[in-house]
C-alpha cells in the first residue's frame, strides 16, 4: 500500500506512531474519567451520542450505528443505562413502533463534568496533535 503513490519512509513510520500513541493517550485519560464517575467507557460513548444527536435521532439504531454495535448490543447498552437512572426511553409521536432515547438530569449532569474534563485535556493535546498531523502533509 502506498501514501499518495509512494511508500511510507521513517518520518511517515513515526508520524503514524506518533499519533497512535496520542489518541490512546486520550483513549485512556478517556476511559479513567468515565470509570471515576461509575461509568464504563462504552456507557460514557452512548450518553455523548444520545446528547450530540439532533432531535428525534437518538434511537436504539442511531447508537448502534454511531458505536459500532449490533443492535442487540446496543440494547443491552441502554437497558443498563435505563436501569442506573441514566437514560429514559419514549414512544414516537409520529412512529409508535421507535423509541426516543432521552437523557435524564443524572445523566446530563455526569455528562458535563466529562466533558469539561476531555475539553480541558483535548486543549492539552491540540498543540501535539497539530504538530503530528502536519507531518502528514
Known sequence: MTVKGRSPDESDYAA???F???IRRFQAFSEAHAREVGLTPQQHQALLTIRAASE???TVGYVAGRLILKQHSATGLLDRLEALGLVTRETAQEDRRRSLLRLTEKAYGLLADLSAAHLDEIQRLRPLLSDI????S
Not at 498531523?133 to 502528514?136: I, N, P, T, V
Open 133 to 136: 498531523l502536519s507531518k502528514f
Open 56 to 58: 428525534g435521532e437518538a
Open 20 to 22: 497512535r500513541h496520542t
Open 16 to 18: 503514524l506512531s506518533d
